[in-house]
């Protein structure tokens, strides 16, 4: 029997059964075979030729590297990864395999397990997998050990609080102390604020209304929680008259940085001898929301710089912090937090503030999912970044305050459910209140990790109220009927 390839010999074999080995082997793309039969008088059989295709085999992904555990809490252990690669595919995905068994499936490069048993040991591995299917070894595993539970349920941290606004302002007494008494059962040690100037006083110069306020002020230190007062919103009379707020009336900045700041020294020197020593100058002044017809670096340095001098000058060991940035882009009226940083630097802010305030929002994504969007990305992992710009003008040593984050679980557009979704379609503007305790769980992780960090506020803590057509309603952990979400339980199984 004689083997025939693209019409040359390529083989031979006398042997029952007919067997031909190619050496080497064909190469790729199409070839004809032809099998010829010959006896010993010569006479020549010859068979149909055959059509092949030698196709390369698809390569497969590489190994993600870098597998390891980057957080653990009671509850919690958030993996980490650097993508995988392949050259002629696309990666699809990644499965993560939890004690042996696949546990999910994630486009991200990052995952966080919930609901664990505190005080137990996990085994994880990852694989890679591209669009034709194919799917890379799975990597060695690493193992986790989540933290034991707290001995106490008393037990207070600075290093967490509750974002509040003006929600517990004018409340009962019976109402006020119950919603602090559960903020301290669940290790939460700190309360952000408002203290608006346009209630303080409302009328003129000579008037103060402090009521509500020092309701708030005593009944917080009874129940050991540090404050952080947001000194901010201009009162009609104190505001700036060629300012046309499109938004509400007290959105427009100051005509005087020096009324402003003498209100903000009066707030010091009657709530310093309760115990407030923390204060934030304005509320997210990058975006016209709150610094009305749009935000103005410049116009803010100079109000911090008045409010500074003034409040060091009423009390030296008082902290003062920048307003805390909202998570937006450098677009129309608005200024990113990245962008409007270097330009308080530029203005001559540096020395004037003791810390950063940052609102690093990622909904719908999770926070670790490192993208230039991402505002919880852009205080350290982007180029330039919040930290880089302190880091370049001398303020290394300042930390950046979380006096925000969280996720809204109901509102007007798409609903986001999963944690491992990073095609976003449809814009999502609210999560489920699943993927809210996820994406808490993660955060308050991540930020125990990061030496930079101050204090980490959760925003909020009960729904304002029950109206889809706005997510503001929907971001407490609490819901507006008193009962709680899968977020509360998350908080009130953490060491926190």
Request: net charge negative; proline share 0%; aromatic share 6%.
């Given at each position: 029997m004689e083997l025939y390839v693209d019409g040359v010999l390529a083989g031979t074999t006398a042997t029952v059964p007919y067997t031909i080995t190619l050496n080497p082997p064909l190469s790729q793309g199409a070839h004809t075979l032809v099998m010829k039969a010959y006896d010993a008088a010569g006479n020549v059989g010859s068979s149909a030729s055959v059509s092949i295709s030698i196709i390369a085999p698809s390569p497969t992904p590489t190994v993600p590297t870098n597998f390891s555990v980057r957080i653990i809490t009671t509850s919690t252990v958030t993996l980490a990864w650097l993508p995988s690669s392949e050259p002629s595919g696309t990666i699809a995905g990644y499965r993560l395999y939890r004690n042996g068994t696949s546990l999910v499936t994630t486009t991200a490069n990052s995952f966080?397990?919930?609901?664990?048993?505190?005080?137990t040991t996990y085994s994880y591995a990852i694989s890679a997998y591209d669009t034709a299917g194919n799917s890379s070894a799975t990597s060695s595993s690493v193992?986790?050990?989540t933290r034991p539970l707290a001995q106490s349920s008393s037990s207070i941290s600075d290093a967490f609080g509750f974002s509040v606004g003006e929600s517990l302002l004018g409340s009962s007494s019976s109402t006020l102390n119950a919603a602090l008494s559960d903020m301290a059962s669940l290790g939460i040690g700190r309360l952000r604020f408002d203290i608006e100037w346009s209630h303080v006083q409302p009328n003129n110069s000579g008037q103060y209304y402090w009521g509500n306020i020092d309701a708030l002020v005593a009944a917080a230190?009874?129940?050991?929680?540090?404050?952080?007062?947001i000194l901010d919103y201009t009162p009609t009379w104190a505001e700036d008259p060629a300012c046309v707020s499109t938004v509400a009336a007290d959105r427009c900045p100051p005509a005087s940085s020096t009324q402003y700041a003498a209100f903000a020294q009066a707030a010091v020197n009657r709530y310093v001898p309760e115990g407030v020593t923390d204060w934030e100058i304005w509320n997210e002044p990058n975006v016209s929301g709150s610094w009305q017809p749009g935000a103005d670096a410049a116009a803010y340095t100079a109000l911090l710089k008045s409010a500074y001098t003034a409040i060091k000058a009423a009390q030296p060991s008082a902290f003062v912090i920048t307003g805390g940035l909202s998570p937006a882009a450098t677009a129309g009226s608005s200024i990113s937090p990245i962008d409007f940083l270097t330009q308080l630097y530029a203005d001559g802010a540096q020395g004037y503030f003791d810390a950063v305030g940052d609102h690093p929002y990622s909904y719908p994504a999770m926070p670790l999912y490192e993208q230039p969007w991402n505002a919880w990305s852009q205080m350290a992992s982007t180029t330039p970044s919040l930290r880089s710009i302190m880091i370049?003008?001398?303020?290394a040593d300042k930390t950046i305050w979380l006096t925000e984050y969280g996720a809204p679980t109901d509102g007007p557009g798409v609903l986001e459910s999963s944690a491992t979704d990073t095609t976003f379609a449809g814009s999502p503007d609210h999560v489920t209140e699943a993927l809210q305790a996820t994406m808490l769980a993660q955060a308050i992780g991540a930020v125990q990790q990061y030496p930079w960090a101050g204090p980490m506020f959760i925003y909020g803590y009960k729904d304002y109220g029950t109206d889809p057509?706005?997510?503001?309603?929907?971001?407490?952990?609490?819901?507006?009927?008193?009962s709680t979400k899968p977020a509360y339980q998350m908080i009130e199984g953490l060491s926190l």
């Open positions: 966080t397990n919930i609901s664990l048993n505190a005080s193992t986790a050990t230190t009874a129940h050991n929680i540090k404050l952080l007062a370049a003008n001398g303020d057509s706005t997510v503001e309603n929907f971001f407490g952990i609490v819901r507006n009927d008193e």
